[in-house]
């Protein structure tokens, strides 16, 4: 008992020593002097501008086509014969007329002479037709003489037994005789009268050995193939010694003055395209080829059908010009300029955020403009349309338009990576790259 009391007197005041030092120490810092909070300094942003300057632009489209031939054709042999010679190559140009492939014209020229007896046999049986159209018109005035002269006979012997001056056997003679005259000229008269139908009926047999000998010439002259037009030599699958039959493809080629490009035009620009050519504006376009050669061209007209699983209609381009060495099937870069869009802006691409907001300098912090996406164009200043631009590079700027910007205000050109209303930045003085911060 004794000693719990003599642990106690030597607990509490070691307790107490320690209470006082804790709170000694709470409040040696909760009275300790705060030191004021570093003023923090907002960032300014460096950023390129551009003056803004509604304008009339000319919207171009980038689009990809293929070189082809509105006239292209397949030569065929019309004979059943052999090749003979072969006068062009693959990839020759040729001229219109010009001799392509010689095929055998004997069997041809024996048919011609068959066809030209026949059609001089025809005529001479024409002109014998004729002859005897002749004669049986003299005959037939002979034969009637000789009938009036056998019906006076009759009568005469009916006089004669009338006066009892003849007997009734040279009546009966008599009237044979005018029977078998009547027979005659009856005769001699029809075949007066079918002389037109044996007439025309040699006539229909004359324009029918006509027809037969001016096919027979047309094979003659199908036994050399001629170029049908200015051309440029695709394929040549013939050969010499080769049997050929009717239809069988000599030579393909098509034509050097019918060259065009086909190339879709997207489902959302066709209404503006249908639009242009229904009202006869023109549509021009600059294209180049894999051969980085430049052509210049026209959107004529649209294609009848839409193909299957395609999102758009294929347009028709003529060259403007001639062009050398094109090969069908090439493929072409062009750009298609579409109509004028009154109060639209050019910028650089990187002034367009999310693809329908930009941003300009109010009171140096950004404001937020949505705007709408018009496509592209060549030039960001107002200029000529693309037909009379100069054939060099040429930077494709955005085309947009908003309302809410006014003309004069500074439009950020540079891609901001937290780009938001309100932040603050700096418009750029110097010629020096664009930087993101100071």
Known sequence: ?????????RTVPLLLILGLAIGGAILLVATKPQAPPPESEEKVWVVATQTAAPARHFPVITLY???ES???????????????????????????GQPLVRLDER???LRLKQRSAELTEIRALIASEEHRFDSDRHILESERRLQALAQQEVERAQRLKADKLAAQARIDEAQQVKLRQDIAVAQRQL???????????????????????????????????RAPFDARITRVPASPGN????????????????????????NAKLATVETALNSGHPLTAQARTGTQQRLALQLTRLAGDIKPGRGGRDGLFELKAPAADLAIGDIVSLQLQLPAVDNSLALPREALY????????????????????LGETLDNRPGPPLDTMPATESTNWLLVRSASITPGSLIVTTQLPNAVEGLKVREQRTSTPNTLSE
């Open 354 to 373: 999310s693809n329908n907001r930009l941003y300009t300098i109010s009171d140096g912090r950004l404001k937020r403009h949505r705007v709408e996406r």
């Open 107 to 109: 069997d041809a020229q």
């Open 65 to 67: 086509g293929r070189i």
């Open 70 to 96: 509105a006239r292209s054709s397949r030569l065929t042999s019309s004979l059943s014969t052999e090749v003979v010679d072969i006068l062009c190559e693959e990839g020759e140009r040729v001229s219109k």
């Open 191 to 225: 075949a007066v009268q079918d002389h037109e139908a044996r007439l025309a009926r040699l006539q229909a047999q004359l324009k029918k050995a006509e027809s037969l000998q001016a096919l027979a010439k047309l094979d003659v002259e199908r036994s050399l193939l």
């Open 1 to 9: 008992m004794q000693n719990g009391r003599s642990v106690l007197k």
């Open 243 to 266: 049997r050929t039959r009717p239809g069988d493809v000599l030579v393909e080629l098509y034509a050097l003055d019918a060259l065009q490009v086909r190339a879709q035009i997207p």
